[in-house]
């Protein structure tokens, strides 16, 4: 890593944050507050040299003690692994002011952890997150191919160098695609996304944009295209206008017809995919499974309504029931509305009780941010307070990973207590719907 890209100079090292009892490094002496400085002389900067580097047969470790005090020592794990936990990645930041960036459009007062935003391959390759390759140093590339840190996953937005440097608000971006052609040539898979942002780089732009990063396959094995979500706090920032539902149309039609240009990969993989969004903008259905290959982009946003019905069809297939359901409110954001309607609609007849949608505005973020996964705790309250039907039903997307509080701060506790209904989490799927109604162990919120 860079200076000044959070890993800094004077803090050479890993720090180690704990070592498994009875493991190669307890073994070694080493405990947690060390730092480890080097694996067979390569320096250790982050825990992705830690894991590659330690991943051999048998290794010399070198670390610094808490007296400051240097030690080395040679391990020979075997079939084990060395046994140490690192501290946690400092995230690299981001420098773009991309036009559309949704961290900028947040209000003010949520949790600090909410308005950072990263740029690092490092968050790309272990949990999926999008990254620009804007200021991809050398160095970092060559870290990139000797691990074959792949897939990756790639913000691209359009192949036009300077339009790309406008939509990302720096002037001095890399080429992206020289960037992806030099990793693809490599043997580094990717996987993009395109933010479609109407009047900047949609319609003619966007095709030609595809058409060009067609030719980056099978290395670029598909890209995902994303309708710009906007909330209504944009006070400052470029003027950009949502996806109408004439454009979602025009965008799907586009998308079918270059579908049928550039075929599947030899894995199957569809190129140029949309976003479930699109469907709902536009009130079409969802294609088959067929259309989605893998699913390698669904946390994208692209098969998730495919699967939730797949999954429901799998759901009601069952023949028996449990006895003993209450019924309930069901929460959920307003894109999803019709389809979560329709499914309660059928697993209450299945059920025998009867179980409702409660479509929620979201005030937090703008009436026009509808997904369930942005809905903050006071708006959930507010839209069903005095109304919920029995128990009130919260999808878990709705908290944020550690699973105890909504974006606004709010606790799942607090909003039953506000709406005088005991609540429930559950996974937002048909599954984790059902599991949450007919539970072992249900946790309850009163």
Not at 123 to 147: C, P
Not at 152 to 157: A, N, Q, R, W
Not at 396 to 407: I, K, M, N, P
Request: glycine share 12%.
């Amino acid at each position: 890593m860079r200076k000044g890209d959070g890993e800094g100079s004077s803090r050479i090292g890993v720090g180690v944050e704990a070592v498994s009892p009875g493991s190669p490094a307890d073994r070694a002496g080493i405990v947690a507050g060390d730092r480890i400085l080097s694996v067979s002389g390569r320096p250790v900067e982050d825990l992705l040299d830690l894991h590659f580097l330690t991943s051999r047969s048998r290794f010399t470790i070198a670390w610094r003690d808490a007296s400051g005090a240097g030690r080395e020592k040679e391990l020979r794990p075997g079939g084990e692994t060395p046994g140490i936990f690192p501290e946690p990645i400092r995230v690299r930041r981001c420098g773009n002011r991309c036009i559309f960036c949704f961290v900028h459009q947040l209000p003010k007062g949520l949790r600090r952890t909410l308005y950072v935003k990263d740029e690092d391959v490092r968050l790309s390759f272990l949990h999926g997150q999008y990254v620009t390759f804007s200021d991809l140093s050398g160095e970092e590339e060559a870290k990139i191919v000797r691990y074959r840190l792949s897939p990756l996953y790639v913000s691209i937005h359009t192949t036009d160098p300077d339009l790309r440097r406008r939509m990302l608000g720096n002037p001095r971006a890399s080429d992206v695609v020289r960037v992806m052609r030099r990793l693809t040539g490599a043997g580094i898979a990717l996987h993009g996304q395109i933010v479609v942002c109407p009047g900047v780089n949609d319609g003619a732009e966007l095709a030609r944009t595809l058409r060009e990063l067609s030719g980056l396959r099978p290395g670029l094995r598909t890209v995902a295209v994303v309708p710009v979500g906007l909330t209504s706090h944009r006070a400052g920032l470029p003027p950009l206008r949502p996806v109408t539902r004439e454009q979602a149309a025009e965008t799907l039609d586009m998308l079918r017809a270059l579908g049928g240009e550039f075929g599947k990969g030899a894995d199957g993989e569809p190129f140029a995919v949309a976003a479930d969004e699109y469907y709902l903008t536009a009130g079409r259905d969802v294609p088959g499974r067929r259309a989605y290959g893998s699913f390698a982009q669904i946390e994208n946003g692209v098969g998730l309504v495919r699967r939730f019905l797949d999954e429901a069809a799998s759901l009601f297939r069952r023949k028996r029931w449990p006895a003993g359901a209450a019924g309930g409110t069901v929460v959920t954001g307003r894109s999803a509305s019709r389809l979560v309607a329709g499914f309660l609609e059928e697993f209450s007849s299945r059920a025998g009780a009867r179980f409702v949608a409660a479509p929620v505005v979201n005030a937090l973020m703008g009436e026009s941010v509808t997904v369930t996964g942005l809905l903050g705790g006071n708006d959930i309250a507010a839209a069903v307070g005095g109304h919920v039907r029995g128990t009130l039903y919260i999808p878990s997307v709705t908290l944020r990973d550690a699973g105890d509080l909504f974006l606004d701060g709010l606790s799942p506790e607090e909003v039953s207590r506000r709406t005088g209904a005991p609540a429930v989490l559950f996974e937002a799927t048909p599954k984790g719907f059902h599991d949450a109604v007919y539970p072992r162990n249900r946790p309850e919120y009163h």
